[in-house]
């Protein structure tokens, strides 16, 4: 498949073509199609920065709690992303907390952008870096969501994850988990020896209680 700067031109048939190929795994999972604004629309932002599915509308779908622990070290404006792509759900009940894995001063600046993108959204600092793990660890134990669920500091979420993801327990699931495509940071598909798409690990749900 074309990647987007082969086609980031006048030639919207192109573009609308390389979009058309972007959105059709998600399309076959039952999830709303993607789009993505050319560059001349929305300037500089990056890729990611530019997706959306316009049909899955944010904030439509309610239930019980669900928590999303997002766990850090050191991170980039890609946080800012993750964190933009979990507010956009269509599932709006939400307890976000981001756990900064101390990082330390250098990287206050963008946690603090992404505590004040919505209210749902708080920081949890740990005193010393122990990795992923144990920083969700930690953020289980103030969770209030009847669902807990994490996401990867440098992950951008289909806005119906969540809501899909709820919607797949029965009584005897203990849990959930979505699919992942690993891509480049021009939306390329790429996992050298493997298929893009996988199961994902980190995007594990399941009960509190359980």
Not at 74 to 83: A, R, Y
Not at 84 to 101: A, F, G, H, P
Not at 149 to 167: F, K, L, M, N, Y
Request: with cysteine; hydrophobic share 40%.
């Amino acid at each position: 498949m074309l990647n987007p700067t082969q086609v980031e031109s006048p030639d919207n048939n192109a573009w609308q073509t390389w979009v058309k190929a972007l959105s059709a795994p998600f399309i076959e999972a039952g999830l709303a199609p993607l789009a993505i604004p050319q560059q001349e629309q929305f300037g500089s932002l990056h890729y990611f920065d530019r997706l959306s599915a316009p049909d899955a509308v944010a904030g439509r779908a309610t239930g019980e709690l669900v928590t999303v622990i997002i766990p850090c070290f050191s991170p980039d404006e890609g946080l800012l992303t993750s964190v933009d792509s979990i507010i956009k759900q269509t599932y709006r009940n939400l307890e976000i907390i981001i756990v900064d894995d101390a990082s330390g001063p250098a990287f206050q600046d963008v946690i603090a952008q992404a505590e004040a993108m919505d209210e749902r959204v708080s920081v949890l600092q740990m005193e010393h870096n122990g990795g992923s793990y144990i920083g969700r660890r930690a953020a289980l134990a103030l969770t209030k969501g009847t669902y807990v669920t994490t996401q990867d500091a440098d992950d951008w979420s289909h806005p119906q994850r969540i809501e899909h993801q709820v919607a797949a327990f029965t009584d005897e699931a203990a849990a959930t988990r979505s699919d992942a495509v690993r891509a480049k940071d021009d939306l390329t598909h790429q996992w050298l020896g493997y298929p893009a798409i996988r199961n994902n690990a980190s995007s594990l749900m399941f009960r509190r209680s359980f």
